[in-house]
């Protein structure tokens, strides 16, 4: 899945049960719309199962505050609906920072700087091994 304006792009594909999104360019009320919807068509295939998201967006350059209001109701909607891992791949300290600030608004106590990665391979074994230790815990709880 595709989404694009003329402000910026995000892409959107499932991996198992791990969601990658790529996002490009500046990030805006549009975009995010589009983004939440392809995002929750994906988790309504996963049936109910946990599952886990990647940002990988080392080009995404920033948030307008439509858009970052948008995700702060996201990221809640995100947890809700299963999701119980993420990892970011992000270049800009301007992105990093309104991540942070998206992630604590949605009242989630989480530092952005432990789940940062350089790749998107380093990303993906935190999210399943992130994934896999809270398996275990819901196993022997």
């Not at 589009?34 to 295939?45: H, I, M, R, T, Y």
């Not at 886990?52 to 995404?60: E, K, M, T, V």
């Not at 530092?111 to 809270?134: E, G, P, S, W």
């Amino acid at each position: 899945m595709k989404f694009s304006n003329k402000h910026g792009q995000v892409s959107l594909h499932r991996e198992q049960n791990i969601i990658i999104a790529d996002f490009c360019g500046n990030l805006n009320a549009s975009l995010v719309t589009a983004f939440s919807n392809g995002l929750f068509e994906q988790v309504s295939q996963l049936a109910n199962k946990p599952w886990g998201y990647i940002s990988n967006s080392q080009n995404l350059l920033a948030a307008t505050p439509q858009a970052e209001q948008q995700l702060t109701l996201l990221v809640s909607a995100m947890v809700r609906n299963g999701c119980i891992a993420s990892a970011y791949i992000f270049d800009s300290a301007i992105v990093i920072n309104q991540m942070q600030r998206i992630i604590h608004n949605a009242g989630l106590s989480v530092d952005i700087r432990h789940r940062l990665f350089k790749c998107l391979a380093q990303a993906k074994t935190f999210v399943n091994q992130t994934m896999a230790d809270k398996a275990a815990q819901l196993h022997f709880a």
